[in-house]
């Protein structure tokens, strides 16, 4: 069983930076993949960016550039976000992918005015 806590979101002006948190516990013995994702008002669930167990990070294209993830362990994953558009406003997800299965967070709310 695998638990996820998102953290770090709020409202914050267009131009803006926030950086979210999350953090996994469990029964996480090694590193796996994580990710986050978010879900806007209308409008599927998609992929922000994701990172490998080797540390390799991919990113949509429109955060490209703008939004960086990282991780320091096996339980935890940020996501710095810079430049903040009003098209951002989301609920971000964290994932984990662990034998097979994905583990979801409850999400985290990010807003972004003009």
């Known amino acids: 069983q695998v638990q996820l806590v998102e953290s770090g979101g709020g409202l914050v002006q267009a131009g803006g930076s926030l950086r979210l948190s999350c953090v996994a516990s469990g029964n996480i013995f090694s590193i796996n993949a994580m990710g986050w994702y978010r879900q806007a008002p209308g409008k599927p669930r998609e992929l922000v960016a994701s990172?490998?167990?080797?540390?390799?990070a991919n990113y949509a294209d429109s955060m490209k550039g703008r939004f960086t993830i990282s991780r320091d362990n096996a339980r935890s994953v940020d996501l710095q976000m810079n430049s903040l558009k009003p098209e951002d406003t989301a609920v971000y997800y964290c994932?984990?992918?662990?034998?097979?299965?994905?583990?979801w967070g409850q999400g985290t709310q990010v807003t972004v005015s003009s």
């Open positions: 994932n984990l992918a662990l034998m097979g299965n994905n583990y």
């Open positions: 990172i490998t167990t080797a540390g390799r």
